[in-house]
């Protein structure tokens, strides 16, 4: 059994700064790309940030120069460090693994139940 729980969601005015976490708990062996995802009322589910086994990282446009997105593989925990909020970053985060549970599984992907974070003044 794998579980992703994630936190540090919450309210902030606009230009504040949150930090999201993510770790990952149950039979890991091996976790590949990590990536965060969010979904807006009304709107589609979206990749924000995502980080390779390597740390390479790529971002959507929107939040480039804003977020950060950072992973400690020894905690199987990946964040995202969210500067410059803006009103439009409101939505409800997700964190996302590609994994396996053991030599030999196939690749699997995995959903944290999301954080809200809400930038309002």
């Known amino acids: 059994q794998v579980q992703l729980v994630e936190s540090g969601g919450g309210l902030v005015q606009p230009g504040g700064s949150l930090t999201l976490s993510c770790a990952g708990s149950?039979?890991?062996?091996?976790?590949?790309?990590m990536n965060w995802y969010r979904q807006a009322p009304g709107k589609e589910r979206e990749l924000v940030a995502t980080i390779g086994n390597g740390g390479s990282t790529n971002y959507r446009d929107s939040v480039k120069g804003r977020f950060t997105i950072s992973r400690d593989d020894a905690k199987k925990s990946v964040y995202l460090q969210m500067n410059s909020l803006k009103p439009e970053d409101m939505a409800v985060y997700y964190c996302?693994?590609?994994?396996?549970?053991?030599?030999?599984?196939?690749?699997?992907?995995?959903w944290g139940q999301g954080t809200q974070v809400t930038v309002s003044s």
């Open positions: 996302n693994f590609v994994l396996r549970r053991g030599v030999g599984y196939r690749w699997e992907e995995y």
């Open positions: 149950g039979t890991i062996f091996s976790i590949n790309t």
